[in-house]
């Protein structure tokens, strides 16, 4: 297989290096999360085992992104295939728009009981440890199991992002429904600070019983009791019908031919067909690395139009009313690229035919990879946390559309439009690896940019990571990086763009990339926006 990038060298001598090793590999936000996978795969475990034991100390030292009361997404190389997995929860079966205009809501709000959904993150563990795991769950949940009873030292972006959440919520302090928010993470009256030792004893023992049930408790036993207790108790909808009707869904992954790659992603209700057809808008150009003024307008504006089609289309499969085929068929691509001019434009979807999150790849020395994501959607979630278990509740339902008629209507036992998004690579049928950029919508404009970096301008995992971003805020209004310069700022306002320099790199998202090369081994980049690394041997 032709290698994707030439090594790089030292011609950045203050930029971090390609991780490379040949047995097995695990990129994370986080160092404790990248070394429990690695641990994993040294006591025999395969890439499965590794991504669950990694995506489950994520929830315990950073949990200003994902939890146990999130949702993740996955996608697994195993046996010469790819396989999809959306462990994503439904709505409440008796949440609708009319019962939310009874209470006096006009939209749905994003904190408290009202946009909890049921939680997909304890399901998804057990689905792929049961589908392709080698060890036992209980096996792969004690590193995280440890930190959280043990105590972990707070990072400096974690700290940072507890600090926000903290000043989020304060005025909340004294509603009965988020104190036990303050009493989980501010237990002192205030925030951890970066460096601080933070015990999780709660969370710690529920991830216990999730592992020790596989799962069952989660959804059909005690700690579903907690749960439904608690929202009932705060006029929530969630119930424990609701939990116990969770079901993990195994789908056919969405892919598009990118220079000669095959780019996949989860179909909707995912966000990641939004990069897919951002791509297949591009396919048909040719870029130059050097022309970065013409090269960043075009990939914007077919941003633009991708975003613009999803925001109509993508829903709960079901309430769709446009396929994906469609909306990713060549014609159309071609037809979207014919609206990119020479000024930005404010996007109109067209008609085709017929915040809070973490990012994990792990790859083994059998070649098996995985790419999981896993997500609060927002910090936090809803500032919700059923006492005396650690569970901080998701807010995937402020998602929704708050008009019936939308595709991505509010409505009961439905899925909102998910942004979390993990990504993958294949070339003639063969794996080339996982790669994933995490931050809400930012998730498929990262996508975009880190696939260009390494397909059109050849840069390496690292690099492609580490390159200057930009991000779409709506309208016209552009997000910039640090790193571009004055003249390319300038030519971009000329073309019409509102830009915005020196955004915030925490809000740019954060990515992880493995890839495999044609001598066997892996090669590895984390990005330089968050505290992670690559654990290999």
Not at 32 to 55: C, F, K, P, S, T
Not at 393 to 404: E, K
Not at 445 to 460: A, C, R, T
Request: glycine content about 14%.
């Amino acid at each position: 297989m032709k290698e994707i990038f030439k090594p790089g060298g030292l011609k950045d001598p203050f930029r971090r290096r390609v991780v490379y090793a040949a047995r097995g590999m695990v990129a994370t936000s986080q160092p404790l999360a990248a070394q429990a996978g690695l641990e994993i795969l040294r006591m025999g475990g395969n890439a499965v085992d590794a991504a669950v034991a990694a995506a489950a100390v994520l929830t315990v030292v950073e949990p200003t992104s994902n939890g146990i009361g999130g949702d993740n997404f996955a996608l697994v190389w195993t046996g010469g295939k790819l396989h999809a997995m959306n462990a994503s929860g439904r709505a409440p079966g008796s949440l609708s728009i009319e019962a939310l205009k009874e209470r006096g809501y006009r939209e749905i709000p994003k904190e408290g009981v009202v946009p909890v959904t049921v939680p997909g993150t304890p399901g998804g563990w057990v689905a792929l440890n049961e589908s392709f795991g080698r060890l036992s769950l209980e096996e792969v949940m004690q590193p995280a199991i440890g930190y959280a009873l043990g105590g972990f030292g707070v990072s400096a972006t974690v700290a940072h992002l507890w600090h926000k959440a903290f000043e989020g919520y304060r005025e909340r302090k004294g509603e009965g429904v988020y104190k036990p928010w303050f009493d989980t993470f501010a237990p002192g009256g205030r925030p951890p600070g970066e460096g601080d030792r933070v015990v999780l004893e709660d969370h710690g023992r529920t991830l216990s019983e999730i592992a020790s049930t596989k799962g069952r408790s989660f959804y059909q036993g005690a700690l579903a009791r907690k749960i439904a207790g608690f929202i009932t108790d705060h006029q929530g909808f969630l119930t424990l019908e609701d939990l116990r009707d969770f079901r993990v869904q195994w789908v056919n992954p969405l892919r598009v031919d990118y220079r000669g790659f095959d780019i996949w992603e989860i179909p909707p209700n995912g966000q990641g067909i939004v990069a897919l057809m951002a791509l297949n808008i591009l396919k048909g150009e040719v870029f130059h690395q050097e022309e970065k003024i013409a090269t960043l307008h075009r990939q914007i504006e077919a941003m633009k139009l991708a975003f613009a089609d999803g925001r109509k289309f993508i829903a709960e499969p079901g309430a769709m009313t446009v396929s994906a085929g469609n909306l990713l068929a060549e014609s159309y691509g071609r037809e979207r690229r014919r609206l990119i001019g020479q000024r930005a434009k404010i996007p109109g979807a067209g008609r085709p035919p017929g915040g809070g999150t973490v990012y994990l790849a792990t790859a083994d020395e059998a070649g098996n990879m995985v790419s999981m994501i896993q997500s609060n959607y927002t910090g936090f979630g809803s500032g919700v946390v059923i006492p005396g278990t650690g569970i901080a509740l998701h807010n995937r339902g402020h998602n929704f559309d708050f008009d019936p008629a939308h595709p991505n209507g509010l409505a009961g036992g439905k899925r909102p439009y998910h942004t979390i998004i993990p990504g993958f690579i294949t070339r003639d049928r063969e794996a080339v690896g996982p790669f994933g950029v995490m931050g809400g919508f930012m998730q498929p404009q990262g996508h975009l940019q880190v696939i260009m970096n390494l397909l059109d301008f050849g840069m390496d995992p690292q690099g492609a990571l580490e390159a200057p971003r930009w991000q779409w805020l709506g309208g016209l209004d552009i997000a910039m990086e640090s790193g571009f310069s004055d003249q390319v700022l300038q030519g971009l306002r000329e073309l019409g763009h509102c830009i915005q320099s020196d955004y915030d790199p925490v809000l740019m998202g954060r990515g992880q990339i493995i890839l495999k090369q044609a001598n066997g081994l892996y090669a590895g980049g984390t990005d330089p926006r968050a505290d992670g690394m690559v654990a290999a041997w």
